[in-house]
């Protein structure tokens, strides 16, 4: 036995070795960290600068330690080249469900997680009994299926009798498990006593009933305010549940009779609707007309569709989706089942997601092609937040051994997956393109060699694939460099715009048994870019296998696990480069999850197949092990987005929802709003809906446009035209990508929604066209100057409203990381005004004047100094400030300095005033985020120093006023 576990051990020893190689270099390049700062190329003031993040230094941690990682991997490969090459005997082998499925990753959970899935814990402990009563494994596997049938079927049941049964619930949420286990323990009897005779059809009879739990879709009451409300369904929604519920049940009987035919040519036993229905379940979303008020992400999944089919925009020319074209489908399903109304979004998203789960589980079904695609439908689960339908529908169809071995065939579907997912959602379209590269080639060569061309000519299905290329052909060519152009814009600035923030936190659940919290945060922070990097490293790891093993070489890669392994190593590597950067502190995995998740199931649906012609059958089992945790952990513990876990299926079968008193029933009919439908909405999100229709009223007239910041859906509600290709100025940071965006304008908006200062460029664009900011019942709307004056009279006030009234700007770290990028920065800068500190006129309170330039805090709640300009700033053209101070920095120190300023017509004023952070002295303050700022003429400057300590000494090193460049020309 311990001769056993040394040579699994060595067999493992190139991938531990590649993760510790990893892990400590993680360990000690984040010891640079604090000497590091995050170089800035533009004037982007969004989280990265918001926070002080080395974002750029953070990504080079994971990509070079990953490189190194791999590096390892292939190195350690080659040394062990003679183990890896050698089969040992094994005394005892483990039982892939046991072993595989049940008690290793049961184990590792355990001890990382300190929690135990409820279910999977009991299913794991009825196997455990099952080895008691039945030697065989085969009929041990056969009745967890059957187990796993009689739960499902038994919430079938449930959503049945819910429906036909109104007043009373027949089968109670909590009674679920106890009818499952009893009537599996009868039906247990029942068999053992006719030694398992009829084990099989009972199997397939157990999966007629699973398409009635689509009749779960058809619940449309609602529990509000102590009386229950009823929304209809529209008569298409019906009627496409239906169509799934017939479809699926005709499936199971056309199977039926198959394997019935072939009983004794031991035919897998699960349906294909089987599988779809168990994914469909597990990707469930309540079909409720519920609105939570996020009109952002519910607009970007809904509006492309409205602009470009209802508002007749151009695609690409007047809009663009600028997450890609996936909102389509859902647009197009609000739009057929019920006419695009807002509040629709979760039952058009619920068939969405029922389409793309029947696609999906076809493709799975097809690849696995034995029962054990059963557990693979009960492993696969998502979280609602997710992009990757068409890089997981590529993965799993272009996988197929069949399809592969057709190759003509395979190239021509490669094709056209890659252009649907490149226009699908861009960066995992570009995944799908460089993954299959390798082994296109690959097919294009041997296709050359064997002459199949001659041969596939003559066949038909070559030419009915040459009609369906056609079309995405002729789309792809016609706006790819488009498509690339709106990327490109958008891309440069993502780092600076969305990168993640810092060292991470560690989550509560983890290894709770460490008592030090820095220990802790470490250890998580080397644990979070581990499990991202898992699925590229194992990849690696298998691929040097496969090709290290004795055999030619030109057989090994034109077979399915080189296409898996390359494709797998190139596609997460891409993904990565976007998903990594968008991870917080506060780690969510709604974006890494998805993709960990799909690749750990196609390296057990690899190894289940292929792995005992490259490993002993106790280092499969181990391997499935790791991937089955990998995956649970990445999507069940590290995303916080709602999943369903294997098990709590049954918490979607509902008889009715529950509504929260914050949301009100509304009809769009009775506020003039057709577009929002009926349903629930949030009251504070039906109060903003009904003041911006008041100042739509009030100011826009018909077949105008208006700019909506972050309530980017409003576009559609309103059932209004994008002023811009990219519908919100949230979207644009960059000079480059606002510039292109605001030439797509072709006249200016009436109103902008509470713009973000932080948008400088869209901000700055604003000012400049003379726009007036009113605040009208709470909400801040800038209008047009001419529309202004027409409605509210004299401009004036809406510039007095800017000076007098605008409140303080908090900049958090933005001054510290522009300040800590000046050289970079600088080239930026169009004028420059230097001052002398020395010559400079400077007088204080609660300070201690050292020198003329170098001042001592003596009062910790009242310090500042006055600084008297020689000549009078213009704050429009000279919109940053740069300031260097000396001092005795501390690590962990918390600094702040406002900065207030006299005009020659305006004295100092406590919200006319910018306040930061101070981490080194050396601060780049854009002044101009205060648009007060902008229409001053300053002659004084207030220095105020906040949280510093008795007797800190400040050397005031420079001051220097500086213009930035807004007409430059960017490459």
């Excluded at 499925?101 to 009994?129: D, G, R």
Aim: with cysteine.
């Amino acid at each position: 036995m311990n001769e056993e576990i040394k040579k699994n051990f060595k067999v493992f020893c190139p991938l531990i070795f590649g993760l510790f190689v990893m892990a400590i270099s993680i360990v000690i390049l984040s010891l640079f960290t604090d000497l590091k700062y995050q170089v800035f190329y533009d004037m982007i003031f969004q989280t990265t600068a918001e926070t002080g993040a080395k974002t750029s230094w953070e990504l080079t941690i994971f990509w070079i330690s990953l490189l190194l990682g791999i590096f390892s991997i292939i190195i350690f490969s080659f040394i062990k080249k003679k183990e890896l090459n050698k089969k040992f005997k094994e005394n005892i082998k483990l039982d892939l469900v046991g072993y595989g499925i049940f008690i290793i990753p049961i184990s590792l959970f355990l001890l990382l997680t300190q929690t135990i899935n409820f279910f999977y814990f009991i299913m794991a402990f009825i196997y455990v009994l099952l080895c008691f009563f039945i030697e065989e494994k085969e009929k041990r596997y056969k009745n967890l299926i059957l187990l796993n049938l009689i739960y499902f079927s038994t919430l079938s049941i449930k959503a049945l009798t819910d429906k036909l049964i109104k007043k009373v619930e027949i089968i109670p949420h909590d009674s679920i498990y106890l009818i499952t286990l009893l009537l599996f323990v009868i039906i247990f009897y029942y068999l053992k006593k006719n030694n398992f005779k009829n084990l099989d059809k009972l199997i397939l009879y157990f999966q007629f009933p699973l398409p009635l739990m689509l009749f779960t879709y058809f619940t449309n009451k609602y529990e509000y305010n102590n009386e229950l409300i009823k929304i209809a369904f529209s008569r298409r929604y019906k009627a496409v549940i239906i169509f799934f519920i017939v479809c699926f049940i005709i499936i199971n009987l056309i199977e039926y009779r198959n394997k019935i035919k072939n009983f004794k040519k031991r035919t897998p036993l699960i349906t294909l609707s089987t599988v779809i229905l168990i994914f469909i379940i597990h990707f469930y979303v309540e079909p409720k007309f519920v609105h939570y008020g996020d009109f952002w992400h519910w607009g970007e999944e809904s509006i492309i569709w409205h602009q470009i089919f209802e508002k007749k925009l151009i695609l690409f020319d007047e809009y663009i989706g600028t997450t890609g074209l996936f909102p389509m489908i859902l647009g197009f399903i609000q739009y057929l089942l019920f006419k695009g109304s807002s509040l629709s979004y979760l039952p058009s998203l619920a068939i969405t997601n029922i389409i793309w789960m029947s696609i999906i589980g076809t493709a799975i079904y097809f690849l696995v092609k034995t029962d054990f695609v059963l557990f693979i439908a009960l492993f696969l689960v998502f979280p609602q937040y997710n992009r990757t339908h068409m890089l997981m529908l590529s993965l799993f169809v272009l996988s197929n051994s069949k399809l592969i071995k057709q190759r003509i065939q395979w190239l021509q579907i490669y094709g056209l997956l890659s252009i649907l997912s490149i226009f699908y959602y861009p960066i995992n379209g570009v995944a799908v393109v460089f993954g299959g590269a390798i082994f296109a080639l690959v097919q294009i060569y041997f296709a050359i060699k064997e002459k199949e061309y001659l041969e596939i000519c003559k066949s038909k299905l070559f030419w009915v694939w040459n009609i369906v290329l056609i079309l995405p052909v002729i789309f792809s060519l016609k706006n790819c460099l488009k498509l690339i152009k709106i990327i490109s814009l958008l891309s440069s600035s993502s780092v600076l715009a969305d990168g993640r923030v810092g060292k991470f936190i560690a989550e509560n659940w983890f290894m709770k048994y460490i008592i030090n919290q820095n220990l802790k945060d470490n250890i998580w922070n080397v644990f979070v870019l581990l499990l991202i990097a898992f699925p590229i490293l194992i990849s690696i790891y298998f691929l040097c296998v496969y090709l290290l093993k004795k055999g030619n070489i030109l057989e090994k890669i034109k077979k399915p696990e080189f296409f898996i392994l390359t494709f797998s190593t190139i596609a997460i590597s891409i993904n990565c480069t976007y998903s990594v950067m968008r991870i917080n502190r506060n780690v969510d995995f709604y974006r890494n999850g998805p993709v960990i998740i799909i690749f750990m199931t196609m390296m057990i649906i690899f190894l289940y197949k292929y792995g005992n012609r490259y490993f002993s059958h106790n280092t499969k089992i181990i391997f499935i092990s790791v991937c089955i945790l990998i995956g649970n952990i990445s999507v069940e513990q590290m995303t916080k987005f709602d999943i369903t876990s294997f098990g709590e299926e049954y918490k979607n079968i509902k008889k009715s929802y529950k509504v929260d008193d914050n949301f009100v029933y509304v009809n769009g009919e009775d506020f003039n709003i057709s577009k929002l439908g009926v349903g629930f909405l949030e009251k504070n999100s039906l109060e903003k809906l009904i003041i911006h229709k008041e100042i739509l009223n009030k100011t826009v007239y018909k077949d105008e446009r208006v700019w909506f910041m972050y309530d980017r859906e409003m576009q559609k509600i309103f059932d209004l035209k994008s002023p811009t290709r990219m519908d919100s100025p949230y979207l644009t940071t960059s000079l480059k990508s606002t510039k292109a965006n605001l030439e797509s304008m072709k006249e200016l908006p009436i109103f902008i929604t509470a713009l973000d200062t932080g948008k400088y460029y869209t901000y700055r664009w604003v000012i400049d066209n003379k726009y007036a900011l009113i605040d009208y019942k709470g909400f801040q709307f800038w209008i047009r100057p001419d529309r202004y004056k027409e409605i509210f009279g004299d401009i004036k006030k809406a510039e007095e409203y800017l000076i007098e009234d605008f409140s303080k700007q908090n900049l958090g770290y933005i001054a510290f990381s522009l300040g800590n990028s000046m050289k970079s920065l600088k080239k930026l800068m169009k004028d420059i005004r230097k001052y002398e500190t020395v010559s400079l006129q400077i007088e204080g309170e609660g300070i201690e004047f050292l020198t003329q330039k170098k001042i001592k805090i003596k009062d910790i709640n009242n310090s500042y100094i006055d600084i008297v300009l020689p000549e009078i700033i213009n704050g429009n053209k000279y919109d940053f400030l740069y300031l260097e101070l000396s001092s005795d920095y501390q690590v962990n120190e918390n600094r702040q300095i406002e900065i207030l300023w006299e005009t020659d017509k305006y004295p100092m004023k406590e919200n006319r005033a910018v306040i930061f952070e101070d981490k080194n002295g050396k601060l780049l303050i854009p002044m101009g985020l205060h648009p007060a700022w902008l229409y001053s003429d300053v002659i004084k400057i207030r220095l105020k120093f906040i949280n510093m300590k008795i007797d800190t000494t400040i050397d005031i090193l420079k001051i220097e006023f500086m213009q930035l460049n807004r007409e430059r020309k960017e490459d």
